[in-house]
C-alpha cells in the first residue's frame, strides 16, 4: 500500500501520501487493493479513488504490435488482449476512417487497412470498438508520415499506398536495420528493369492471405496465379503485406544506390549479387 500510495503522490493525484495511508487505514482498505490499469483523473476524492482501486477493473489495456505484424495478426492480438472482434477490424474500409486524406483505396487488396495501421505501444479503452482502435493506430501511422516524407514520395513518382507497400516487403524481406536501404534498392533496380521483384514475402502473403507464418517457400508456392505473387506478376503487389515500422518506411523513401539485382540468406542477413552468375553460386553456397 504504501509503494502504491508513493506512486499516486509522485503522478500529483494526491496530495499526500501520509495522509492517504491513514484514510486507508481508517477505512479498512489496507488488504482490498487489486491490481488493475486505471484512468484516475487529478481532484478524485479517496472514497472514489479506493472504490476504483478495490474492483479490479482496468479502464484500458496496453498492447503492442510489433513491426511487420499482418493486419489479420493484428487482428488477433487485438482479440487476445481486449475486447474487439478480429474478423469486424479485418472489414473496415479505408474510408471508414474520417482522418484520412493521404490513402486512396486500392483494387484487388484482400484488406484495406493492411499496412496503415502502425507497430507501436497502445493504451487501449476498454469500451474502445473496432474502429476507434483503427483510428487511433492509423492517426499514428499519419503522424510517422512527415510532410518530408510525403514531399519526397512526389519526388519518387509514387503515391503512399506504392510506398507503404515497399517498405512492407522490406520489412518481411531485412535481417536487421543495415540492410534495409540495401534491399530497397534492389527492388527499384528490378522495378527500372523490369524484372520481377521475387520477393518470397510477397508469395507467402499471397499463399495465406496473412492469416499464417510460412517456414519454407516451396516451388508450388512460387506459382500462385495471385496479384501479390512478385514471381508470377512484374508489378509491385496491389498494396501492403504487413505493417511497416520507421526504419523500412525510410528505406523505401531513401533506397540505397547500387547496382545488386540479387540477395541471398546467409543465416546472419542477406547476401548480395549483380549478376544471376553470382546469385546462383551464393544460392549453392548457402541455401541447402
Known sequence: MESLAKQLEDKSIIKSKDIFLMYTKLNKFNSNIKSSKLIIKQGTSYKELISKLKTGKSDFSIVTIPEGFTLYQIGERLEKDTTINKESLLKINISDLTSNNIV???????????????????????????????????????????????NRAKELDLDINEV?????????????DSERSKIAGVIYNRIKKGMPLQVDASVIYANTKGKKIMQKVTYNDLKIQDLYNTYV??????????????????????????DYLYYVANGKGHVFSKTYSEHLNNVKKYIK
Open 233 to 258: 506478376y512484374k508489378e509491385l503487389p496491389p498494396g501492403p503485406i504487413a505493417s511497416p515500422g520507421k526504419a523500412s518506411i525510410e528505406a523505401a523513401l531513401y533506397p540505397e544506390n547500387h
Open 104 to 150: 486512396a483505396k486500392k483494387p484487388n487488396t484482400y484488406y484495406d487497412l493492411e499496412g496503415f495501421l502502425y507497430p507501436d505501444t497502445y493504451y487501449i479503452p476498454v469500451d474502445a470498438t473496432e474502429k476507434d482502435i483503427a483510428k487511433l493506430m492509423f492517426s499514428r501511422f499519419k503522424s510517422i508520415m512527415s510532410d518530408e516524407y510525403i
Open 164 to 176: 507503404i507497400t515497399i517498405a512492407s516487403l522490406i520489412e518481411k524481406e531485412a535481417a536487421n
